[in-house]
């Protein structure tokens, strides 16, 4: 089965920097899209960045573009969401996700928190 493993969460300061991974596995991965979402506190989970099976189309959020690059390695079975000058407001529980056949699958999710 699907299965998506977030981690690289954890506590920064505002201009800190974190890379978070998520390690897939249950099916093709250099076959589909990868997609980092977020969740802030009593907020709805947004769309970070989206990288397609090449890496060759790349699509960030506006509010983080210039600050996170997402990756992948498909030898590895493995998206990558690199994370620099992180602010407070990008606080968030960070989640992994892939659509296989129509089907969305998540992992657990990992914690960020970026605070002084």
């Known amino acids: 089965q699907v299965q998506l493993v977030e981690s690289g969460g954890g506590f920064v300061q505002p201009g800190g920097s974190l890379r978070l991974s998520c390690a897939a596995s249950?099916?093709?991965?250099?076959?589909?899209?990868m997609r980092w979402y977020r969740q802030a506190p009593g907020k709805e989970r947004e769309s970070v960045a989206t990288i397609n099976f090449s890496s060759d189309i790349i699509i960030y959020e506006d509010s983080v573009k210039g600050r996170f690059t997402i990756s992948r390695d498909n030898a590895k079975n493995t998206s990558y969401l690199q994370m620099n000058n992180l602010q407070i407001e990008d606080t968030a529980v960070y989640y992994c996700?892939?659509?296989?056949?129509?089907?969305?699958?998540w992992g657990k999710g990992t914690l960020v928190t970026v605070s002084s």
């Open positions: 996700n892939v659509r296989v056949h129509a089907v969305d699958y």
């Open positions: 249950g099916f093709s991965f250099g076959s589909y899209a």
